[in-house]
């Protein structure tokens, strides 16, 4: 085999058998390699949009994809969510292209410093020596992915060492993942205070907001009194009918203070205590009330269902049954298309088991509570604030869970920043409602404005936030990759076409009138 040939083999072997590619003359060889029929390539028109699949992919699968990246402006490109899915803590191996170490003594158009453009986000850098190599760093940047937290690797191969010889192929084992339990003393710690009696509130992230975890985090709940939360962003979580469920800490500063200043402790798993999104003149960055003691039970490292299983042993609470949300059946809406209407809609046309992909920001801040009890669902949110987020997510998500349709929800200006996915879509038939929430500005950014004491903005200010000057065809936008398209402006034409699109195998795209 050639170097190129051993890495993909290897990544194969190790697991990881995706990659989100967009190539370039560097990785050539590297692209025949992935002609093993144990890997799938998958083609993206952006590297943003390949790194953020990558980030879907893991969020669904909870195991690392691999990404293709074109020499340093590709990474680059790819790096925006490469950051949200770092704050995410999914895990990555982005695959980045270089130039022959020969060729590097030329000062070539294309070089860069490529560490010095992954360091900052990646927790695990490495520069291929040799094709020797290759098996060896292939498996190292898998399991350093492949952690608890998940983490961002990132191997840069040289041409050079994609098409020499590397000699006999390797079979390496996997290094299994190991995860660990909180001390005794600090559930202990913990147990005591939920023992008080006094207001407190549990948030719950990552792994906890999810399968065994939340359904023991419900039964310390139910036995303690203690309240279930969660950051209003949350890399993943299941909720709906049939799931225990969690009270969001609303995003704005006021409402957030207002929320959590009952409460005389938090209680953190896989997660800090609240911090504002963004810094405002006179208002505070930690949001919790004067006086409210903050207790880590779990941190990201550790294993939240192992750690929820000592402290209801601690508590002795085993055999109490965790609160469950029960079914609400939603009536169609009918009328203007509103965030309440907008929440009824979802709720009434979510499938059991959707997926629901959420970055409409302006829209959704206001619906999410309304569809508690929808059929039984996952959520996804952006964890690192970099728009642009939601359609790649959305397209690694469906291809990990091909037989659960995906609604991504998306207001249009953060749509243009990775609308390359549609394609992508369309060429894998991937499940997927895309909905445009299309206002045709930055809606979000007029309420910052005010937020942030800049008094009211001038017609020059607001034509840096407004979009409508051309307004983006989404129908137009739609059919030029190959996905079909419909546009809504009542509540009721909202349902209606969400519910057909569940019907339809392939993507679909719905731009929502606001």
């Known amino acids: 085999m050639n170097g190129a040939e051993t890495l993909v083999s290897t990544l194969v072997g190790q697991g990881v058998d995706i990659c989100f590619a967009n190539p370039g003359t560097s990785e050539m060889h590297f692209l025949a390699a992935l002609d093993n029929p144990k890997m799938r390539s998958v083609l993206c028109l952006f590297e943003g949009v390949a790194t953020g699949a990558a980030d879907g992919w893991y969020r669904m699968k909870d195991s690392p994809a691999s990404t293709l990246l074109h020499l340093g402006p590709g990474l680059a490109n790819g790096l925006a969510n490469i950051h949200n899915a770092r704050r995410a803590s999914s895990g990555m191996v982005n695959i980045v292209g270089e130039h022959s170490g020969s060729h590097l003594r030329y000062d070539p158009p294309l070089m860069s410093d490529i560490e010095g453009l992954a360091r900052p986000l990646s927790h695990w850098v490495r520069r291929v020596d040799a094709a020797g190599s290759i098996a060896w760093d292939a498996a190292a940047a898998v399991a350093s992915a492949s952690g608890h937290p998940g983490r961002i690797a990132t191997l840069i191969l040289p041409g050079d060492a994609s098409w020499q010889d590397a000699g006999e192929p390797l079979t390496l084992p996997r290094r299994k993942v190991a995860r660990k339990a909180a001390s005794q003393a600090r559930v202990d710690h913990v147990a005591q205070v939920l023992r008080r009696g006094e207001p407190t509130l549990i948030i719950l992230a990552n792994k906890a907001a999810r399968g065994r975890a939340l359904e023991l985090a419900g039964t310390v709940a139910a036995a303690t009194g203690a309240r279930l939360g969660s950051q209003f962003f949350t890399a993943r979580m299941e909720r709906g009918a049939g799931r225990v469920p969690i009270e969001r800490i609303p995003y704005a500063v006021a409402l957030a203070t207002k929320f959590l200043e009952e409460f005389r402790h938090i209680i953190t798993v896989e997660t800090g205590e609240p911090v504002a999104f963004f810094s ?62 907008i929440a009824h809609a979802l709720a009434a046309a979510m499938p059991e088991q959707g997926i629901l992909v959420d970055e409409s920001l302006t829209t959704g801040r206001e619906s999410m509570g309304l569809t508690m009890g929808a059929l039984p669902h996952d959520l996804i949110n952006n964890m690192g604030g970099s728009i642009g987020y939601a359609t790649p997510v959305a397209t690694g998500a469906a291809m990990a869970c091909p037989d659960r349709r995906v609604f991504c929800m998306v207001g249009d200006g953060s749509a243009m920043y990775t609308i390359q996915s549609l394609w992508t879509q369309a060429r894998e038939g991937l499940n997927i409602t895309t909905i445009i929430f299309a206002n045709n500005s930055y809606a979000i950014l007029k309420a910052e404005y005010a937020n942030m004491g800049a008094g009211t903005p001038s017609e020059r200010a607001l034509s840096m936030i407004d979009i409508d000057r051309p307004r983006i065809d989404w129908r137009a936008m739609a059919k030029s990759m190959g996905v079909p398209s419909l546009s809504v402006g009542t509540a009721e034409d909202f349902t209606r076409a969400m519910i057909a699109s569940v019907k339809e195998p392939g993507p679909q795209l719905i731009e929502v009138r606001l």
């Not at 880590?296 to 109490?320: F, H, K, Q």
């Open 280 to 341: 405002y003149p006179d208002k505070p960055s930690l949001m919790k009330k004067e006086g409210t003691l903050v207790h880590p039970l779990v941190e990201t490292d550790e294993d939240s269902a192992l750690t929820l299983e000592m402290l209801i042993d601690a508590l002795g609470a085993r055999g109490t049954l965790p609160p469950i949300q029960q079914r609400v059946e939603t009536p169609v809406p009918t009328g203007a298309l509103n965030p309440t209407s």
